[in-house]
């Protein structure tokens, strides 16, 4: 946008964002409005919009886009205008009425305290706030005091840690001010409190942002104000029914008592606050039970909240500090927990998860038997609670489904009790649910639930066991037609779960297998009864291959059963488990009967030309998944000289997988899983299909060159693993990297080519990589070299996880080549050839390495990059500390707003820690300590 718009043609592209009905004409004002809000006139229109003030519309489109300016451009501005934007910037928040919108309000706070923040000139500006707006503009103040801390703490601007400490510091100043100013609104609005709900709730959250940050000390304020406040409304009690504590009120003061805690925790010898806050948390018992009277739940998830804070805030001291003889005395909280995990709604019991995972956590890290025994009774009472929970309702019919939320809190419980129930023991737990179906009138929800916690932990159930388990096996196996069906599904996955107990129980293997089998055909049972199998199958291989003609069979009819595709590829993943302990004279010819069940049908989509329909058996991917799965997951032990039991399979197969190559081409979906499935076979039987290779390479090629899936490279990439090793086969494979070169390179150069296609570059260097583990001399005289490093370069910068760290295996594979493998005698060519590249190319790979650290990937990324600067200074030390060097020399010396970044010293201090380091670990420290200079 290269002229400013009229300040009316603005107005009117907002009134038709805002209020036209035309879906086109306002996504066209859309469109308009967001050029302008990347133009550097946005900042004058911006300003003019909030000096008209024609309606709330405009107004908040100029808020948000004064806000987003200064968030996101402040560097358009040079520092001779930062003053009159603070005026004007004041001048508008000077302006703002009870009556103005809060959306707007909260937009021009957010816009000053981006300002304050990226403004160094601006001394001690909480104290100019207080004096120049505490007389008749609090609400607007009080925001701005509570967004200022949270701008500076979420690190939503690179500041760089420099400035951002002087920004703490400066708070650290004037929070004695802030405290009292907070203690005066406290003052002014202390009669009749529960009527001034909205300023109330903005003191306590202005008073936590500020504590949260540790702007305001946590000395000497055990008897704080604001703290007694929060106290004052968890404990309120209504004079008469009428009168009530709005949630929002009541939720500030658990969101400030917990913020206390979280800073409590790390800061541990607090005594005093840490004295003042248990007594008045555990006071909050009785109106915690209120709550649950009078059908509050978010008073209750808030008293939760707090209970399970103290906890995990004393859960250390706890556990060190409590004896048989004498339990620390916080342990009363756990207590209090564990009343709210019996509330009637199972949200609140899930507040609770976190504490119980930390403890199992603490307890098993101190592995001490005595200590881990004094908290059994606690997760006795929690299991019990849970089971409760897990209880579906009377009247439900049916099978939980997918997505539900119900369904969803099972499953968080279930891997809950899996870390937990150590603390018991599984065979403990196991008998204690089975106890609970033994009592007389039991419902079946009740027994449904006590049978989903034995699911649970049935795999921990040591196969020795021979008290309850086989009652529970035979009860299963007789069970009632007419049970409910929920019972019957629970019991099903509840036989597949005790596997490993079956496999030492061989006598029981039978009777199992035809209940399951009697189950698979129906609706409901039939998909537990298959990931039953499954369990089994993969479990008890060595006992099954007498069984493998029955499951063939079984198998044939699969389609006619009430059961997902998942469910039959998990069948054939335990069928195919079996065939790895069949003899090589019958393994053929049961795999061929497997493999044609799958490419019957596939073979008729081709031949019939029938339009695939997703998720349907017209649908190519469904038989390709179950093709797949069976390759995948067959293991069959060849010797060395011996015929492979697969190889004759294989090569009938892939006629039928290379037509489908050509026939679906153009649809990524069918060729991916098309590819995928070429995987697996061919890395199951390895280098003995070496007849496939000049096919499947050829038609890659041509199919990658009109349609550049990058699966295609992903199974190049599988191609150099098996056979780069064979020196025949190199020159072919490198002909195959290069006939990839131009389209990949085609379609990364592309506008945002990198960021658009990661996939690309994912399965692109993997291919590079691969070669450089099994032909690096091969390729490292490749005429291909050059122009892919210099891809790679480029692609350092991607903040794609998966495709940057194949980048990065690229480089550490590249580097590692040059230092590996002394012994064999192409060690010196390959020394010298990476030598050679480094000296034209290591200068730009750190400098591109350290630039793409600090202002383009996420700091869980840079271990990968710790990894190759790992590798160069194992390589050559002295000239990567050169290259670090002159890489940190280029790094702005301020940021784009002016604010100093890294100081000469702080980076000097980062080359030297960078330099002397020689583990991954240390070098990834040392660049977090480098980028939270720049973020």
Request: net charge negative; with cysteine; proline share 4%.
């Amino acid at each position: 946008m290269e002229q400013k718009p009229a300040t009316e043609i603005v107005l009117s592209a907002i009134d038709t964002l805002y209020n036209n009905p035309n879906r086109s004409e306002k996504e066209q004002a859309s469109q308009w409005l967001l050029q302008l809000q990347k133009s550097v006139h946005a900042w004058t229109v911006a300003d003019e919009l909030l000096q008209a003030k024609k309606d709330e519309e405009s107004c908040y489109f100029a808020a948000q886009t004064m806000r987003t300016k200064i968030h996101q451009s402040f560097h358009e501005l040079p520092p001779e205008v930062h003053n009159s934007l603070r005026d004007s910037l004041l001048d508008h928040i000077s302006h703002i009425t009870e009556a103005a919108s809060t959306v707007v309000v909260t937009q021009l706070c957010l816009a000053l305290a981006d300002l304050i923040l990226q403004m160094p000139s601006w001394q001690k500006p909480a104290l100019d706030l207080i004096t120049r707006f505490s007389q008749n503009h609090i609400w607007p103040l009080l925001e701005i005091l509570t967004v200022l801390p949270e701008e500076l703490e979420t690190r939503s601007v690179r500041l760089g840690e420099n400035r951002r400490l002087d920004v703490l510091d400066d708070m650290k100043l004037c929070a004695p001010t802030v405290s009292e100013f907070l203690k005066h609104c406290c003052n002014m609005y202390s009669a009749n409190w529960q009527n001034h709900i909205q300023v109330n709730v903005k003191i306590l959250r202005c008073f936590t942002s500020w504590i949260s940050i540790g702007a305001i000390s946590l000395n000497d304020i055990a008897d704080h104000m604001i703290i007694n406040r929060a106290f004052e409304i968890l404990n309120f009690k209504p004079q008469n029914e009428k009168e009530t504590l709005a949630g929002a009120f009541h939720e500030a003061a658990t969101d400030c008592i917990c913020t206390l805690l979280h800073c409590l925790e790390d800061n541990n010898n607090q005594m005093e606050l840490e004295s003042f806050l248990f007594n008045n948390i555990i006071n909050l018992e009785v109106p915690y039970h209120m709550s649950v009277a009078n059908e509050d739940q978010g008073k209750a998830m808030d008293y939760c909240r707090l209970f399970t804070e103290l906890a995990e805030t004393m859960l250390e001291k706890i556990v060190s500090q409590s004896s048989p003889k004498q339990m620390h005395y916080a342990t009363r909280v756990l207590d209090l927990v564990l009343i709210c995990v019996g509330h009637h709604d199972y949200e609140v019991a899930e507040i609770t998860f976190n504490l119980w995972y930390v403890l199992s956590e603490e307890l098993y890290q101190r592995n001490n038997k005595e200590s881990t025994e004094l908290f059994r009774p606690h997760i006795e009472r929690l299991i019990t609670a849970l089971c409760r929970h897990c209880q579906m309702e009377p009247d439900y019919e049916g099978l939980l489904e997918d997505g539900d939320e119900f369904k969803d809190f099972r499953l968080k419980v279930s891997d809950l009790i899996k870390d937990i129930v150590f603390i018991v023991g599984s065979s403990s737990c196991f008998r204690q649910m089975f106890l609970s179906l033994q009592e007389p009138g039991v419902t079946w929800e009740v027994s449904e639930a006590a049978l989903f916690v034995m699911q649970a932990v049935a795999k921990n159930v040591l196969p020795t066991e021979n008290e309850v388990v086989p009652k529970v096996a035979e009860a299963i196996l007789s069970i009632p037609e007419n049970t409910h069906i929920a019972v019957r599904y629970t019991s099903v996955l509840l036989l597949g779960e005790l596997c490993e107990w079956i496999e030492k129980h061989p006598d029981t293997l039978d009777p199992v297998l035809n209940f399951l089998v009697c189950c698979l055909p129906h609706a409901g049972t039939g998909a537990a009864a298959a990931v039953a199998l499954e369990n089994i199958c993969g479990a008890c291989s060595d006992h099954m291959p007498h069984h493998l003609p029955v499951l063939l069979q079984l198998l044939s009819q699969v389609d006619t059963f009430a059961i997902t595709n998942n469910a039959v590829i998990g069948l054939l993943k335990g069928v195919a488990a079996i065939m790895g302990k069949v003899s090589h004279n019958d393994i053929t010819a049961a795999v061929r009967e497997l493999c044609f069940m799958q490419l019957k049908p596939l073979s008729e989509l081709i031949e019939q030309n029938i339009v695939p329909v997703r998720g349907t058996k017209t649908d190519p991917v469904l038989w390709l998944d179950r093709l797949g799965a069976i390759f995948k997951f067959i293991k069959v032990n060849v010797a060395e000289g011996d015929p492979h039991p697969l190889k004759p399979v294989i090569l009938e197969v892939w006629p039928v997988l290379s037509q489908t190559l050509d026939k679906y081409q153009n649809d990524v979906r069918i060729i991916e899983r098309c590819c995928r499935s070429v995987r697996f076979m061919l890395r199951s039987a390895s280098l003995r299909v070496r007849e496939l290779l000049n096919s499947l390479v050829s038609q890659i090629v041509r199919i990658y060159g009109s349609y550049p899936h990058s699966c295609f490279l992903y199974v190049g990439s599988i191609l150099v693993d098996e056979y780069a090793t064979e020196p025949d086969c190199v020159t072919g494979l490198l002909d195959m990297l290069h006939a990839f070169l131009e389209p990949t390179f085609k379609l990364l150069r592309e506008e945002n080519g990198l960021r658009n296609h990661p996939d690309t570059v994912d399965d692109f260097f993997r291919l590079c990589a691969r070669f450089m583990q099994r032909a690096p001399i091969q390729f490292l005289k490749s005429s291909s070299l050059v122009p892919i490093l210099q891809c790679a370069l480029m692609a350092s910068t991607l903040d794609h996880k998966e495709a940057n760290m194949s980048v990065m295996k690229f480089f550490y594979d590249l580097i590692d080549r040059g230092q590996t493998n002394k012994l064999q005698p192409d060690y010196q060519e390959r020394r010298a050839l990476i030598e050679r590249l480094l000296e034209e190319y290591g200068q730009q790979l750190v400098t591109n390495l350290i630039h793409s650290c600090i202002f383009y990937l996420h700091s869980y990324m840079l271990s990968e990059v710790a990894d190759v600067i790992v590798q160069l200074l194992d390589f050559n030390r002295e000239a990567t500390s050169k290259w670090l060097a002159n890489g940190l020399d280029t790094l702005p010396k301020h940021s784009n707003g002016g604010l100093m970044t890294a100081t000469p010293q702080q980076l000097n201090k980062i080359h030297a820690t960078i330099v002397q380091s020689h583990t991954s670990k240390a070098v990834t420290h040392a660049l977090k300590d480098l980028t939270t200079l720049y973020r």
